[in-house]
């Protein structure tokens, strides 16, 4: 079993759609990471969270450390946030874990 | 303000050889992580330094590889005998100096390294 576990694997959605992409994972944190992966293999980093809710933008990053669960929203979805989005933890003895990514595409 | 640079952007090498990969952080930016992304697989970690400081290289293999940021100039990350692999894209990161991983980090354009 991973330790981060993101859904959906893949998700297709049409253009101004609202997009959820979840995170969870099994272990005591000290930061969650979001990242996206463009097309062509470039990484941004999107949120850092270690607790509560970031905005940038049209995303929006939510923690609930209680339930070790996070998401990731995108507000009125564009073809050009078609990318992977990964989650990643590092827990409180310093390991990191990644995600295997959640792949998205946008339909104009 | 350049972002993180990373050269070359493409390596290949033979199996045997040596391949040294450079990472300029951003100005301002004192800390540099290494991740390896194999083909079809997810982002792995491999070492976080500081200047002049390993602080963690709990995800580099125990042999072959080795990293260095030395107080002038870019990070290193050097795989000696290479072997087909270590084919693979390798990401370096950056970022402020305000703590282990809490903060957010810029990621370079990546190099990747194909082992013939």
């Known amino acids: 079993k991973n330790e981060v576990e993101q859904s959906p694997q893949n998700l297709t959605a049409q253009e101004g759609e609202f997009i959820t992409i979840n995170c969870s994972y099994s272990?005591?944190?000290?930061?969650l990471h979001w990242l996206q992966q463009h097309p062509g293999g470039g990484i941004v980093s999107l949120f850092m969270?270690?607790?509560g809710k970031k905005k940038h933008g049209r995303l929006i990053a939510t923690i609930n450390i209680q339930e070790k669960h996070s998401s990731l929203h995108i507000t009125a979805s564009h073809p050009r946030d078609s990318a992977v989005y990964i989650c990643?933890?590092?827990?409180?003895?310093?390991?990191?874990?990644f995600g295997t990514g959640t792949s998205l595409t946008v339909i104009p | 303000n350049a972002g993180v640079m990373q050269n070359p952007r493409h390596l290949v090498r033979r199996r045997g050889q040596e391949a040294r990969l450079r990472c300029s952080p951003m100005?301002?930016?004192?800390?540099v992580y290494w991740y390896r992304q194999l083909p079809e697989e997810g982002l792995k970690f491999m070492v976080y330094?500081?200047?002049?400081?390993?602080?963690?290289e709990s995800g580099m293999p125990k042999e072959r590889f080795s990293a260095e940021f030395p107080k002038e100039g870019p990070s290193i990350l050097r795989i000696q005998q290479v072997v087909r692999g270590d084919s693979a894209a390798y990401f370096c990161?950056?970022?402020?100096?305000?703590?282990?991983?809490?903060?957010?980090?810029?990621f370079g354009p990546g190099t990747r390294l194909t082992v013939l």
């Open positions: 990161a950056s970022s402020p100096p305000t703590g282990y991983w809490n903060n957010e980090q810029f």
């Open positions: 272990v005591g944190i000290s930061a």
């Open positions: 969270l270690s607790s």
């Open positions: 990643a933890v590092r827990n409180t003895g310093n390991q990191f874990y």
């Open positions: 100005k301002g930016h004192s800390h």
């Open positions: 330094l500081q200047k002049e400081n390993i602080i963690d």
